[in-house]
């Protein structure tokens, strides 16, 4: 696809080389190696041979990584901006060897790979375009609909991937419910309708590619430290506990 049009080209084979290097050095040393932003099906086969061997090996993917491919380079608008991110887009393959990764048990975590961008530095030529869309207020839609809504993994695992294991992987507080625990809670509306809108995001960033996409699936509410911080009224969250 990038040689189609034009562009400088990111190969997976460039991924799955480097982060197999690492996997290698954390079996050498008995250190604990994360591969963050996991899109190439060779990198996942790496990280498989690792954890088989007892590697101390985590791997997380995108939202995007699991849900688009390079095509959205050349369709519906050619080479649109929002479709630039780093890892890139890559073939339908791969992709749909991520979602076989989260299926699994391959893939540990799902991660946003948030990158806001004002308008103008996205508008401009594709290869002075920086990387990156935003992705904090997508990823709970996409999560939603194509996996727990398509049938591929239940709710708790999705919770699992998104919250329980990225606490225990940076050994931090977070990803519980017991008592004592920080009260940083993202409330689930499995049923809501989402329409994701550009215009309408609550960053001041707007680089997407799923603008007027549709999901089954969104966020009720928001508590951080305990304290709502965000409600849908879409979602019928009870006006009393605002």
Known sequence: MASSLGLK???????????????????????????????AWTTLEAVRQGKSRGVKVTAEVCPHHFTLTDDLLAAPVPYDTNAK???PLREARDRDAMIAGIVDGSVDVIATDHAPHHYDEKNVEFDRAPFGIVGLETAIPICLDRLVGAGLIRLPRLVELM????????NVPGGSLAPGAPADITVLAPEMSVT?????????????PYDGWTFKGGVAATFVGGRLVFSNDAAGWPAETR
């Open 9 to 39: 080209g990111i190969p997976g084979v460039a991924e799955a080389i480097t982060a197999g290097r690492d996997i290698l050095l954390a079996e050498m040393t008995g250190g604990h190696v994360h591969i963050a932003h996991m899109s």
């Open 85 to 87: 991110m780093n890892p």
């Open 163 to 170: 919250s329980v294991n990225p606490a225990r992987i940076l």
């Open 196 to 208: 994701i809108d550009r215009a309408a995001l609550k960053s001041k960033s707007k680089n997407t």
